[in-house]
């Protein structure tokens, strides 16, 4: 689940806030999550489907334990930036285009060692329009993309 985290103001760089929450019945292990912003009409130029997960992180989601919240920000290069940390110099301000989309995967490993990966996307595209996307805007690239082989869905 994704939501704005307020209106994003013009020349100014914004964040979208990410949800991640355990909906099964078993603990979700090494959980990676990729999230990406990009904005304006040029955005489908700039998607590109990732490799698979090669590391395994040590974060963990047990079954009904609280959201854990992460945030996709406005960057000069979305795929680089996949830290908490982001320099001062790698925002993008907002130049007022739309839409703004959201988009990424979270993959983890079930107590088997079962890879899974849960595509991700949301388009914010006009200031009383946010949604969550079935289908990945741009024809180039589907949600089902964004979980490459290697990360099974």
């Known amino acids: 689940m994704t939501k704005k985290t307020g209106p994003p103001t ?20 090494h959980v990676y999550i990729h999230r990406h912003l990009l904005f304006g009409k040029q955005y489908p130029s700039k998607l590109k489907v990732e490799p698979a997960d090669v590391q395994k992180t040590s974060i963990v989601l047990e079954p009904g334990s609280p959201s854990q919240f992460t945030t996709a920000v406005s960057v000069k290069d979305t795929y680089q930036i996949e830290s ?3 320099p001062d110099d790698a925002f993008l301000p907002w130049d007022g285009t739309m839409p703004i989309i959201v988009f990424g ?26 949604s969550n996307l079935t289908d990945f805007p741009p024809s180039k690239i589907s949600l089902s993309d964004l979980c490459p082989p290697g990360a099974v869905q």
Do not use: H, M
Request: overall charge neutral; aromatic content about 14%; hydrophobic content about 35%.
């Open 10 to 29: 013009v020349g100014q760089p914004f964040g979208i806030t990410v949800e991640l929450k355990n909906l099964g019945k078993s603990t979700a292990r």
């Open 84 to 86: 908490i940390y982001v």
């Open 105 to 130: 995967r979270v993959t983890y490993e079930d107590a088997f060692g079962n890879l899974y990966c849960t595509p991700l996307g949301a388009a914010y595209l006009d200031p009383n329009s946010w």
